[in-house]
């Protein structure tokens, strides 16, 4: 999902998740599947895995994030902004600048879709 090969993360993941459908690891699952797809450009699919991530466990930041970045690239603002709360009250203070939005993305193009779409979102510089 990090290493620019978004699709060959999914079907590991979809494993996981049809083995152990009760893991308490499942927001991990998801959120990985919301990753992958937001750096795939699929932001519906993103969106949705991160929605279930977030009723699995709404205390795990990269999911309210990635909601976020999916539904602003969308245009779905009322989403995005739901999203970013969310982020924001796990992080606070958190800016685009902020070290914490480091992720271990391979492809140049994915950070900055990801830093794009909170910014879309509302995040402050």
């Known amino acids: 999902m990090f290493g620019g090969e978004p699709d060959r993360?999914?079907?590991p993941l979809d494993e996981a998740k049809r083995?152990?459908?009760?893991d308490h690891q499942m927001v991990l699952w998801q959120t990985s599947s919301a990753w992958a797809h937001l750096n795939a450009g699929r932001?519906?699919?993103?969106m949705d895995c991160a929605k279930r991530?977030?009723?699995?466990n709404p205390n795990f930041?990269?999911?309210?994030?990635?909601l976020a970045v999916a539904?602003?690239?969308l245009g779905r603002m009322a989403d995005a902004k739901a999203g970013l709360d969310g982020y924001v009250r796990l992080l606070p203070g958190l800016t685009l600048s902020d070290s914490r939005l480091?992720?271990?993305?391979r492809r140049p193009e994915d950070r900055e879709r990801f830093l794009d779409g909170l910014r879309?979102?509302?995040l402050p510089e």
């Open 53 to 56: 991530g977030i009723e699995v």
């Open 9 to 11: 993360a999914l079907p």
């Open 19 to 22: 083995l152990s459908p009760r």
């Open 61 to 66: 930041p990269d999911t309210h994030g990635v």
């Open 43 to 46: 932001f519906a699919e993103a």
């Open 71 to 73: 539904a602003a690239h």
């Open 102 to 105: 480091t992720r271990p993305l």
């Open 120 to 122: 879309k979102a509302g």
